[in-house]
Nanobody, 124 residues
Framework: VQLQASGGGLVQAGGSMRLSCAAS????????MAWFRQAPGKERESVAA????????YYTDSVKGRFTISRDNAKNTVYLQMNGLKPEDTAVYYC??????????????????WGQGTLVTVSS
C-alpha cells in the first residue's frame, strides 16, 4: 500500500486546514487509518484514527473538538480536518494504515504503511 499525503502548509493560529491522504495498491477499505504527528524535539504521537468502516474514531485529547478524521473508501482517501489550529499543532503529520485496529493505532503511533509526511506550521 502506498500513501500520499497532501495539504500541509502555513496557517495562522485559529485557522483551518485539511490534510488528505490517498492510498493505492491495496484494499484500502479494509485498513484502519490514522494520522500521526511529530513536532521538533518531541515524540511521535497519534492524533486521530478511524476504523475501516468509519464506525469508530479516536482522537488524542489535545485535538478533540477541533480535528475531525474521515475517510472515503470509494476514493481511497482519508482526511484530517483541522480547525482552531494552535501553534502547538505545528508538526510533521503522517498518514498511516494498518490491518490492525484503529484503537491500537490511537494508542501506539505505529503502522505497517506510512505516507511521506506533510509539514503543518501554525503561526501565532
Amino acid at each position: 500500500v502506498q500513501l500520499q499525503a497532501s495539504g500541509g502548509g502555513l496557517v495562522q493560529a485559529g485557522g483551518s486546514m485539511r490534510l488528505s491522504c490517498a492510498a493505492s495498491g491495496g484494499t484500502f477499505s479494509r485498513l484502519s487509518m490514522a494520522w500521526f504527528r511529530q513536532a521538533p524535539g518531541k515524540e511521535r504521537e497519534s492524533v486521530a484514527a478511524i476504523s475501516w468502516s468509519s464506525s469508530t474514531t479516536y482522537y488524542t485529547d489535545s485535538v478533540k473538538g477541533r480535528f475531525t478524521i474521515s475517510r472515503d473508501n470509494a476514493k481511497n482517501t482519508v482526511y484530517l480536518q483541522m480547525n482552531g489550529l494552535k501553534p502547538e499543532d505545528t508538526a510533521v503529520y503522517y498518514c498511516a494504515a494498518d490491518s490492525g485496529t484503529a484503537q491500537r493505532m490511537s494508542v501506539i503511533p505505529s503502522a505497517r504503511y506510512w505516507g511521506q509526511g506533510t509539514l503543518v506550521t501554525v503561526s501565532s
